[in-house]
């Protein structure tokens, strides 16, 4: 008989400090058998131990590259499930803890979007008129929906290029689940905000008449994310006049008036690498999470730049802060044993179809 896999209450109670010590010793027995790919918005305890960091879109673009029999994703859900999509079949992906989900992708389901294009059907040939293009920040099940409705998947750093394919294919889109990304890039695209309408999945016909759903251009569903509402206008009005000749960064999940007030809108790599780039002596106002911002905080103060967190209040991803030095260092040792433990593994006919979806992604970026 095989042993059980270790238990994580026996990893609950230890220290951070402990924890940091197992996890570096876990990882180096386990060696080129695995490697943890981490998110921008990891705490500094775990981000610390990824061998492969990025945003969205770069780590779905590693874990499609890993060699490793094991990937530890320090992240959120839907990023382990489409290195899964993307991994060969060979390859174990494991979340160090299932409860690290994303309160953005919960916001659109599958039987919501079901109903929504059978509503839109009524009203026009939508197989034929409506592309459906879903955050990455979203369920397999859903990307599996676009991938059979000819749609395709989007992240921060290649919705603009995604949206031009869609067009180029189709004369209307259906937006899931970020409202904000959605209208920020159409806007980028000069299509008016009168021709961008909301459609809210809890109302009939997404609360929109069948004359509004005919002229419009994208249909964006009522989703965004909580930790990127907390940043306003007030904000960056109030930062720039003590700071006239600051520079402001956001996430393009902020809100529309606060994507227009930046000069600069983009990914959590965009941010990093912009931020980097910039002279010596620059202040920087950053809209996006706080972990992101603390870091880069530190790693440029030598250099005298000022970075500045936008909200007044903290705001962490609490999900993504599910991923703890505790949790890591039980999958690894798990792993060591030749135990798997939270493995995230896709349904073969949903990954089938959510990879069509994903590799016209990566074809068009
Ligand atoms: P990035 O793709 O920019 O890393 O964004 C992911 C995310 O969840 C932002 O909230
Ligand atoms: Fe989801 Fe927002 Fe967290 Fe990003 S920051 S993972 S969108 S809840």
């Given amino acids: 008989m095989h042993a059980a896999a270790i238990a994580f209450d026996r990893f609950k109670p ?8 197992r996890i570096v010793a876990a990882r180096a027995r386990l060696g080129q058998r695995a490697v943890i790919l981490g998110h921008h918005y990891q705490r500094a305890d775990v981000y610390r131990h990824a061998d492969l960091t990025g945003d969205s879109l770069k ?14 994703f320090c992240g959120v859900h ?42 839109l059907s009524t009203v026009l040939d939508a197989d034929k008129t409506v592309t459906p293009i879903t955050y990455v920040n979203s369920a397999a099940d859903l990307k599996a929906f676009c991938g059979e409705h000819g ?25 899931f689940p970020d409202q904000h990304l959605g209208r920020w890039t159409g806007y980028l695209m000069d299509i008016p905000l009168a021709e961008m309408l909301v459609w809210d999945p809890d109302e009939e ?6 004359q509004q759903i005919k002229m419009a251009r994208i249909l ?52 990093i690498k912009t931020v980097a780039a910039s002279p010596p002596g620059t202040r920087w106002l950053v809209g996006t999470e706080l972990n992101l911002v603390n870091r880069i905080a530190e790693q440029f103060k030598p250099q005298g730049k000022v970075i500045q967190f936008m909200a007044p209040t903290v705001c962490v991803c609490s999900t993504m ?3 703890d030095p505790q949790h890591l260092a039980w999958t690894l040792e798990n792993l060591v044993e030749g135990k798997v433990v939270n493995r995230i593994k896709v349904p073969e006919h949903e990954a089938r179809l959510a990879r069509i979806a994903l590799d016209r992604m990566l074809a068009v970026s």
């Fill in 14 to 21: 230890l220290q951070d400090e402990a924890c940091q010590e």
């Fill in 321 to 323: 802060a599910r991923i």
């Fill in 205 to 210: 016909m997404g609360g929109l008449t069948a």
């Fill in 220 to 271: 964006l569903w009522k989703g965004h994310c909580s930790v990127h509402q907390m940043f306003q206008a007030q904000h960056v009005l109030r930062w720039r006049a003590q700071n006239p000749s600051g520079m402001v960064i956001s996430h393009p999940e902020c809100n529309f008036e606060v994507c227009k007030l930046s000069d600069y809108v983009g990914s959590t790599d965009f941010i």
């Fill in 78 to 119: 839907f990023m382990a499930e489409v290195a899964d999509i993307l991994s060969k079949p060979t390859q174990t992906v494991v979340l160090p803890d299932m409860n690290a989900g994303c309160s953005m992708a919960d916001m659109a389901n599958l039987a919501k979007v079901e109903r929504a294009w059978r509503e």
């Fill in 59 to 72: 780590l779905s673009k590693l874990a499609a590259q890993a060699d490793a029999e094991y990937i530890v």
């Fill in 151 to 175: 749609g395709i998947v989007c992240t921060s750093t290649n919705a603009r290029q995604i949206l031009e394919w869609a067009f180029a294919r189709r004369e209307k889109v259906l937006f």
